[in-house]
């Protein structure tokens, strides 16, 4: 995945997330905020959390990528990096209900289990907490080009270059991962599409077709080659029991005075 960053629809398609992820982060509060993989696009750094972790299942050091500068006055904390963080995705050492925010960037596509790793996802996260995802839609070009690079593979007539998105992971679709996130509880807040440009491996050809992006986000949404999600975990069933019971006894006591004051002024 960090090597296909470096082309140029890697580098097209890192600039979109970094902005979305950049707003999306920005003004989520608390004291612990986590991202899981891909190390080189750096999610949480609009983020004001004093505790940060940037979590990967493998020892390997990104390359280091030119990375798209914030926009509409959102800045980078200068000091206190985020901290490196190794461990598998399923497993989290983290406690139960100790992180605020969860950034997922592709990290369920490469999971060796996607849904345990929701799972602990919904497992750390704090009521009310947020988890923002990105990843590959497979209903758009990019993902139809995929599949037939695939196809192409699996008759053993085209190679690795025939396959236009990095080649490991399966890719989730929009809805699907909506009715994931529903059955664990979290409530979607945001979800968008991005990147409606054609499959092409030239920067040039990407840089014309520029004029598809606003044209796509208002005729065809739903077919952009990449999603994003912000849903926010509720905890349903709580309820202030005591408040209640007060409420109720102050009720039968009014009604009581009021029989009372009733029954005098008959006598």
């Given at each position: 995945m960090g090597a296909w960053l470096q082309t140029a629809p890697g580098r097209y398609l890192l600039e979109?997330?970094?902005?979305?992820?950049?707003h999306a982060v920005a003004d989520a509060f608390g004291f612990h905020a986590l991202q899981l993989g891909l190390p080189e696009l750096e999610g949480l750094r609009a983020n004001r959390m004093p505790h940060r972790w940037v979590a990967t299942d493998s020892f390997v050091v990104p390359e280091a990528l030119v990375l798209p500068p914030p926009r509409d006055?959102?800045?980078?904390?200068?000091?206190?990096?985020?901290v490196a963080l190794f461990c598998e995705y399923d497993a989290l050492p983290f406690p139960q209900h100790s992180v605020d925010l969860v950034v997922l960037p592709h990290a369920l596509e490469?999971?060796?289990d996607p849904h345990q790793t929701l799972r602990e996802v919904e497992r750390v996260l704090v009521?009310?907490?947020?988890v923002v995802i990105a990843g590959f839609n497979p209903a758009s070009l990019w993902g139809l080009r995929q599949r037939g690079g695939r196809a192409l593979r699996g008759m053993g007539v085209g190679r690795d270059r025939s396959l236009y998105l990095p080649r490991a992971g399966d890719f989730i679709g929009?809805?699907?991962?909506?009715?994931?996130?529903?059955?664990?509880g979290f409530e979607v807040e945001?979800?968008?599409?991005?990147?409606?440009r054609p499959p092409f491996k030239s920067e040039r050809w990407l840089e014309r077709c520029a004029w598809m992006d606003p044209v796509g986000d208002r005729w065809w949404p739903v077919l952009g080659a990449v999603y994003f999600i912000v849903a926010v975990k509720r905890v349903r069933g709580m309820r202030l029991v005591g408040?209640?019971?007060?409420e109720r006894r102050k009720a039968k006591a009014g009604a009581a005075v009021v029989a009372n004051r009733e029954v005098e002024m008959e006598v």
């Open positions: 979109w997330e970094q902005d979305r992820l950049d006055g959102l800045t980078t904390l200068p000091a206190e990096e985020p490469l999971a060796r009521p009310e907490g947020r929009y809805w699907r991962l909506r009715d994931w996130l529903r059955l664990l945001v979800g968008r599409f991005g990147c409606w408040l209640v019971k007060n």
